[in-house]
């Protein structure tokens, strides 16, 4: 007999298992799971991802593996503080460090944009929305919009699908928003308030793009972004 060509090939375990690591390794890296937490039920995550026992312990033994989380035979699967990595050194810490990060960003995130506009969800979305929402509200009272500038652009990497961009921006840290690299004498008499907004501005643009679904879109709305920051920056602003 035939097969039917018409219908899908059941998806194998280990695609499934690959894609519950990617899942679960986002959320890590992203801080959703912290040092410390301990990982859902094995039935828990089995209902919440409609996979099999056989799929979860495959993906649990890959993220162990990954040195992600560490098992308590009888208690269960806790996340574990990564191991400093010792490929990867940027400097942060000068002014250089600080226009060399930007150029780099504008070669990884004008590219992460482009994949999450084809790969966004609804939620990461929703999320977005969220995170430029809080920004406007901090920026109107005069507070510290870096942690929201930084969960925009980090949901963008999450949006891509790829941990790789996460991994990178993660390792960046705060160090990617020009501004928490200013002290006093180089803010000079700039107005950060207005330079927030104008980067605030240019969120949006990325933010239309990336719901529209247009990558092409996003990818100049990032590249401008980050060119203007760059820009900013060198200019003594934000």
């Known amino acids: 007999m035939?097969?039917?060509l018409d219908t899908p090939a059941p998806r194998r375990s280990h695609?499934?298992?690959h894609d519950l690591v990617?899942?679960?390794t986002q959320s890590i890296l992203l801080g959703q799971m912290l040092p410390g937490d301990k990982l859902p039920s094995e039935n828990s995550i089995v209902q919440a991802h409609g996979v099999s026992r056989t799929v979860v312990r495959e993906a649990i033994s890959k993220l162990q593996a990954s040195g992600?989380?560490?098992t308590r035979h009888g208690i269960g699967t806790f996340v574990i503080e990564r191991a400093p990595e010792q490929g990867l050194r940027l400097n942060v810490d000068t002014a250089l460090g600080v226009r060399s990060i930007l150029e780099l960003r504008m070669g990884l995130e004008t590219q992460a944009a482009a994949l999450a506009a084809t790969?966004?969800?609804e939620l990461q979305l929703a999320q977005m929305r969220e995170a430029l929402d809080d920004y406007q509200s901090l920026l109107a009272n005069n507070d510290s919009c870096v942690e929201a500038d930084k969960r925009f652009h980090l949901l963008?990497?999450?949006?891509?699908?790829?941990?790789c961009f996460t991994d990178i921006m993660q390792h960046l840290g705060s160090?990617?928003?020009p501004r928490t690299r200013l002290n006093a004498a180089e803010r000079g008499a700039a107005d950060l308030s207005?330079?927030?907004?104008?980067?605030?501005l240019e969120h949006e643009a990325i933010l239309n793009a990336i719901k529209r679904q247009d990558p092409d879109a996003a990818r100049a709305a990032m590249w401008l972004h980050l060119t203007n920051s760059r820009d900013r920056f060198s200019a003594g602003g934000a």
């Open 2 to 4: 035939q097969p039917d």
């Open 15 to 17: 695609n499934l298992a």
């Open 22 to 24: 990617a899942k679960l």
């Open 68 to 70: 992600l989380v560490e």
């Open 119 to 121: 790969r966004r969800t």
């Open 156 to 163: 963008i990497a999450e949006a891509t699908g790829n941990v």
């Open 175 to 177: 160090a990617m928003i």
């Open 194 to 200: 207005k330079l927030g907004q104008l980067a605030n």
